[in-house]
């Protein structure tokens, strides 16, 4: 009897063990799956916040640009004669905040008074046109065709690239005083102080559709600050 008791044993074991190890092998792979997303999405979001800083740096170059004079594209020289200081357009402007636009939106201290206006207002704008370069043949050294041979891979590439874009606003603050170079009577002092203009910029970038979809996009990534030009 105990013979036949034990002949079966074997068998219960292996399907036991087996089993075992299938379920172990199943939550491995939702693990590996788990953390796969995990690193596309964090990924996706570190992107977004390149692309929100890209919006802040091309919201002060605008800014300089109205200070300076705008830059004749052509020639490559600055029309110094229509230069000036950026001010909030008045009440009777026709460019004013878009304050349904998901990036101001997403700007919770803001003010959402009609009377509220700003210097600019850019949306849409595609992060892939600028930095389209890096694509063309011949880019300064730059071309991503030339380190990349698989063209499948190339068009992934600008294809993902093409779902991030920016948006930016900026607010005139008003005066400010700021730390400027120079020499004082005092043999302490090197810096003096000189009154400028503040600006308030805000930037978002984001991801989505900006085709089809852009007031919806999946991530935004707001952010802001604060500089001054010197009058």
Do not use: W
């Amino acid at each position: 009897m105990t013979k036949y008791n034990q002949k079966g044993f074997a068998l219960v074991l292996s399907l036991v063990l087996l089993l075992a190890m299938s379920l172990m092998g199943g939550a491995l792979i939702v693990i590996a799956s788990s953390d796969h997303q995990s690193n596309n999405s964090s990924d996706e979001y570190q992107q977004t916040f390149y692309v929100a800083e890209t919006a802040l740096m091309q919201a002060q170059k605008s800014l300089i640009n109205k200070m300076l004079g705008p830059i004749n594209v052509g020639t490559g020289n600055r029309n110094y004669d229509a230069r000036t200081p950026p001010r909030n357009q008045s009440a009777s402007g026709n460019n004013l905040l878009d304050q349904n636009s998901p990036c101001y939106r997403s700007f919770r201290n803001l003010s959402r008074e009609d009377t509220f206006r700003g210097v600019e207002h850019v949306k849409e704008q595609s992060f892939f046109e600028l930095i389209a370069p890096v694509f063309l043949d011949g880019a300064a050294g730059l071309a991503l065709d030339a380190t990349i041979d698989d063209p499948d891979a190339l068009q992934a590439e600008e294809e993902s690239i093409r779902r991030f874009y920016y948006e930016f606003f900026s607010v005139n603050s008003g005066t400010s005083s700021f730390k400027g170079s120079g020499v004082s009577l005092k043999k302490t002092s090197a810096t003096s102080q000189k009154m400028g203009t503040a600006y308030k910029i805000y930037g978002c970038g984001m991801m989505g559709d900006p085709e089809n979809d852009p007031d919806n996009p999946e991530i935004i990534v707001p952010l802001e600050t604060l500089i001054v030009l010197s009058n």
